[in-house]
Every structure is written in C-alpha cells, then in structure tokens.
C-alpha cells in the first residue's frame, strides 16, 4: 500500500529573505525574518510572497511596520526602515513570486490486491469471532450465566 503524503513545497528563493537576521533577542541569539515572523504569529512563507508581490516601496513600509510589533527586547531594531529596505532586496522579483501556486506533493491511496485480500481476511474473522462468542453467551444465558459459569465451586 502507497502511503497517502502531503508535504507542501515552500519556494527556495525566499530562504535568502526568511532566514536573514534582523537583529537579537534578549537572550543575544540571533533572530531571522522567519522567527521574528512567528512570534507575531504571521505565516512566513505567506508574508514572505505578500511582501515580494509589493512594489518595493510599499513592500518596505509594510515590512518595517511589522519589525515595528516585535518585543522591545531585540537590539538591533532601532531603524526598523532600514532594515526592512536591507531585508526586501533579498525578495524575490515580483513576476516570480507571481508564478509560485502552493504545491503539494501527494501520493494517491492505491491499495494491491493482498492488502484488499488482507483486509477482508481480518473482517470474515472479527464476524466469525463475534458470531462464537455471541452464540457462547445466549447458550450459557447471557452475562449472568458467564459470571456464574466462572465462580468457582463450592
């Protein structure tokens, strides 16, 4: 049997983007577009070809307002602006990003005639298995004879 598998193709042409540094958190480690991303819990992948999509300008105001919205706490992010401009020529060009359709890689559920074969083995025994033990229980009547059946004698 195939496995069903559904991966998602994240364009490469954006990990230069997503995986620039935009400065430190509080702890002193560095701290990516796509990190910085997640914490204001955008999609990165998504703001990443939204942003690429933009012409340049618009595209920086938009970055620079959301390096704006992370914690006081990353250094480095005194010029926001200036970052956001260093960051969007890392993009993409537009009629690219315009191309990328979100793919995904699935395989199709196909199963072979011994899986079939296998399966409906197992459900003929569940049946006959729950068909005996049924006939067991109304011939030894019900549960309570069951549970009488198995005290011990006196």
Request: glycine residues 8%; positive net charge; proline residues 10%.
């Amino acid at each position: 049997m195939t496995p069903v598998l559904s991966i998602p193709r994240m364009p490469p042409e954006l990990d230069a983007f997503l995986y620039a540094p935009i400065g430190e958190d509080g702890n002193g480690m560095a701290l990516s577009v796509l990190s910085g991303l997640c914490r204001l819990d955008i999609d990165p992948w998504d703001e990443a070809e939204r942003l690429a999509r933009l012409p340049k300008d618009r595209a920086i105001a938009a970055l620079g307002r959301r390096l704006a919205l992370l914690p006081p706490a990353v250094r480095g992010l005194s010029d926001a602006a200036g970052i956001a401009a260093r960051l969007v020529d890392l993009l993409p060009r537009r009629d690219f990003v315009a191309s990328v359709q979100p793919k995904a890689v699935v395989a199709i559920l196909k199963p072979s005639p011994a899986t079939l074969l296998l399966l409906v083995a197992a459900v003929i025994a569940v049946v006959l298995i729950l068909g005996i033990a049924g006939r067991a229980e109304s011939a030894s009547g019900g549960a309570a004879g069951v549970v009488a059946a198995m005290r011990p004698a006196p």
